[in-house]
Each structure stands twice: as C-alpha cells, then as structure tokens.
C-alpha cells in the first residue's frame, strides 16, 4: 500500500518509523518531512494544509492512505475534502471529520462536549471582546490560580495559568480587547484550576469501537523542576507509573466510553486518534483538554511500545473493523528526552550543524525540527530532536538517553536535565 504522511516533526518521524515496519507498507511519502524522514520515506515539498496541492500528489502517485500528522489540516477539513470528492473518497483518511476536529479546534466546544455527555472536567465560562468585564467578573468568583485559555488554536502556547487576580484581569484584557493570540483568542475560555499530576490517555477510534494505547506524561515547561514557559514538550515517560489499575479503569469507563458514546450519539463522523490530557485530582481523573492527532513527543514513547501493526490498524478504522483488532503491547518503559535549540520557547536561530547522531546505538533518534541540507542534517526548528530508549524501568530508559544525548552536539544546544524528576 501506497501511504502519504502529512506533517514535519517528531511525531511525524515516530509514525513513519512505526509504519514502515509494516509488510503492508510498499512505499511512504511524508509531506513536507523533516531530515530523519528523509533518511527512510520520501519526503514531498507539499504543504498540509495546501489541500489542492494534496489531492494531485496522491492522485498522481495513486496513494491509498493519507495519514494526518499535525492538527491544522483537520481542524482546517482535510477528511470532509476527501469524503467530497469523487476522485478522492475511496482514499482512506486517518483523522477525524472538521466538526470532530472541533474538539481540539475549539476549546469552548470541548467544554461543551464534555458537560453534555457528563465526561469530569473543570468548571469553565467563555468570554468575547464584549464580555470582556464579565469576565473580569467571573474571576473574581475563583480561587487562585486562574486558568486563562484561547479559544483556537495557538501552537501549544495560548494558555495561561496566572497567580495574581488583577494580572489575569489584564491577561484577560490583553487576549480578547488586544488579540495577544489573534484570532485564536477572540474568545477566551476561563477554567477554574485543578491541582494534581498531569498524565496523558491516547484512544484509536473507527467512530463505533475504541483501542487504548499506552499512557504518556510530558514534561511541556523549558525549565528543570517544571519552571519557565510552556513549550510543545521538553520530554515524555511511557508507562505512566502512577496510572495503576483503579485509575486506568476509571479513566476508561468515565472517560473513554462516554467521549466514543458522545461522538456516536452526536453523529460525529471519527477515524483516527482522541488525545485526552488527563489531571489526576486525589485519584480521580478529570479532562483537561482533547487533542485529535497524536502528541509530540508522547508519540515518540508511545509507537515503540505498540508491537502491533500500526498500518493493519489504520486498514481496520477505515474499514469500521477496529472491534477484531488487539493491541500488543511492549511491557518495557521507553522515555524521550527533547533536544531544543537555545532561546525556544522564545527567539531562536536555525541553520546549525548537528553532528553526532550516527553515534548513537542504544536510542533511536526521532527528528523534529531539521532539514536536510548538502548532506548536513541542521536546526531547522526549537524543538530539534527526540533521543527514545527503552529499559526494564523508566530511569534506566532515562539514564540511556541521556547516554545517547551527551554524544549529540548543535551550536546553543539545551535540553532538560530532569525529566522524570516528579515520579
């Protein structure tokens, strides 16, 4: 079979690499890729969210499958655009319709989604440029710290978490009167704040059954100790090891069974991942926020874990066949350290050399921001590379990459120094 990957970055290398274990799997374009990509698929000069541009390449090339990496391109409707084409609609489209894409498109939607299927989740209000002192009002009715957060997408950074009242009024301000997100914060959802540790639950879905995968906690803060800006993530560890039995049991049958249901019971047409960022509050898992792709770099741990077909599951969502699926499942825990450049979450430079990586034996190496360029691998991004390792525990898959890291080197190179430090 003939398979076209949409996306650029870690998560993108990590489901290639998984795919192309597949006999099923004959050849593998990734558009546009990054350099570890193009050391094993096809990389496209294609944009994915350039959906005309899609449709020729996967015409010409006689694709059968097109797997959505990145969420824009399904918030943006590629899935209604192969379904509303006759030349088109026989492909298979791993991802969701654009009103499930909604779910992570909108963060309002999603709250709504949640209350009227009675999934937990925290207690919220949202707020346009009219309300605006409305919702100076509604902050006052919280206990500290307020949870502000744009409504669309803003590339993982339009959330803030605020301890003082009189900042959060002005955030607020800031986001809706002063577009500090653009149109993604033209309106602003307000949560209340939920304390407890944060883990990850990743769900395949053929829109009728469901398959669990691993579960995954990131690390999305720069700095060590979980201090500084968010970013897109800065680590990952798989398996979670405070997600035992009762909670996972609790996270399924409050969580994953009534979202599945939910999207059935609202005709909501969904093949593909549900992303649920999960808060675990004194033993009860609450939903944070849904995402409709895989995370990055969860995926980085969770696809080396899966020991099952990755492509014959694709085959079975298309097909509505997922139910005579089972998952098989690595017992061993893999971690993921982010290699970034110096400046992200903030102003940083591309172009840097990156040598070293053919050192690297006991870790696979997922690329992210890079390119290739006169047979140099460089930075070509603030999240650089993920080095993944697997080991009989989480710190002896921790201390392997860090192993692998010290043999890495780019010019203003960081990473942190700590991930698993909380467990």
């Known amino acids: 079979m003939k398979i076209l990957l949409l996306g650029s970055g870690g998560r993108e290398h990590a489901l290639a690499w998984k795919m192309l274990q597949s006999t099923k799997c004959s050849s593998l374009f990734v558009a546009p890729g990054n350099a570890g990509t193009a050391s094993i698929a096809t990389n496209i000069n294609i944009n994915p969210n350039n959906f005309d541009e899609v449709k020729e390449f996967v015409l010409s090339e006689k694709i059968e499958m097109v797997v959505v990496g990145p969420e824009d391109p399904l918030v943006k409707g590629i899935y209604n655009y192969f379904k509303e084409d006759n030349l088109l609609e026989n492909i298979s489209v791993i991802g969701p319709s654009k009103i499930g894409a909604q779910l992570e498109g909108s963060k309002e939607f999603a709250k709504e989604f949640l209350v009227k299927h009675n999934i937990p989740t925290a207690k919220y209000d949202s707020f346009t440029a009219e309300t605006v002192e409305k919702g100076c009002l509604f902050l006052e009715t919280l206990q500290a710290p307020y949870v502000l957060k744009a409504d669309g997408l803003a590339a993982g950074k339009g959330v803030l978490i605020l301890q003082d009242l009189e900042e959060a009024k002005r955030e607020l301000r800031s986001m809706l009167v002063d577009a500090k997100f653009g149109q993604a914060s033209s309106k602003v959802v307000i949560e209340e704040f939920l304390d407890g540790i944060e883990l990850s639950c990743f769900v395949l879905t053929d829109g009728k059954s469901y398959k669990i995968l691993p579960t995954a906690k990131d690390y999305k803060r720069i700095g060590e100790g979980d201090t500084g800006l968010n970013t897109g993530g800065m680590g990952a560890v798989s398996p979670v090891p405070f997600a035992d039995k009762v909670l996972l049991d609790k996270i399924e049958n409050r969580i ?15 093949k593909g991942f549900v992303f649920i960022g999960l808060i675990n509050v004194k033993g009860e898992p609450m939903v944070i926020e849904y995402n409709v792709r895989m995370g990055d770099p969860e995926t980085e741990v969770v696809m080396p874990r899966l020991k099952s077909d990755l492509v014959e599951i694709f085959e079975a969502i298309s097909k509505q066949e997922l139910d005579k699926i089972s998952l098989e499942i690595d017992e061993r825990a893999v971690t993921t350290i982010m290699v970034v450049s110096g400046g992200y979450p903030e102003d940083y430079e591309k ?57 890495l080197q780019f010019d203003k190179m960081y990473y942190r120094k700590d991930i698993g430090f909380d467990l």
């Open 256 to 270: 994953v069974k009534p979202t599945i249901e939910g999207l059935q019971k609202d005709n909501i047409e969904y």
């Open 351 to 407: 172009g840097k050399e990156i040598t070293g990586i053919e050192t690297i034996t006991d870790s696979i190496v997922f690329h992210a921001g890079t390119k290739l360029e006169n047979e140099k691998v460089l930075t070509n991004g603030g999240r650089v590379i993920a080095v993944t390792s697997y080991g009989d525990n989480y710190e002896e898959a921790i201390k392997k990459s860090y192993q692998s890291i010290a043999k």
